[in-house]
């Protein structure tokens, strides 16, 4: 069975950072294409980046510069590094595991809160 498991959120100041991690069990891990979405209070599910099974990373306008995603294929782990961050960013995360045309995988979501 597969399962995601998300952890690192919590509480944070603005300007501080935070490491998100998803751990993966019950996949062939390399083959999948990793990402992170985030949920906001009343906010639709929106994406903040995607890494490919060769390392290569895309990420949405509102993040870029201030977040990295990156990925340990042999802890089955997939990361979102967040620096700089802003009240704004106040919002439920999730990972998301997808293999084109196969299967999709989230996680159960972690919250990030951002605030002073």
């Known amino acids: 069975q597969v399962q995601l498991v998300e952890s690192g959120g919590g509480l944070v100041q603005p300007g501080g950072s935070l490491r998100l991690s998803c751990a993966a069990s019950?996949?062939?891990?390399?083959?999948?294409?990793g990402a992170w979405y985030r949920q906001g209070p009343g906010n639709q599910r929106e994406f903040i980046a995607t890494?490919?099974?060769?390392?290569?990373?895309n990420y949405a306008d509102s993040v870029k510069g201030r977040f990295t995603i990156s990925r340990d294929n042999a802890k089955k782990t997939i990361y979102l590094q967040m620096n700089s961050l802003k009240p704004e960013d106040t919002a439920v995360y999730y990972c998301?595991?997808?293999?084109?045309?196969?299967?999709?995988?989230w996680g159960q979501g972690t919250q990030v809160t951002v605030s002073s």
């Open positions: 998301k595991l997808n293999r084109p045309g196969y299967s999709t995988h």
């Open positions: 019950g996949i062939i891990f390399d083959v999948y294409v």
């Open positions: 890494i490919s099974s060769a390392g290569t990373t």
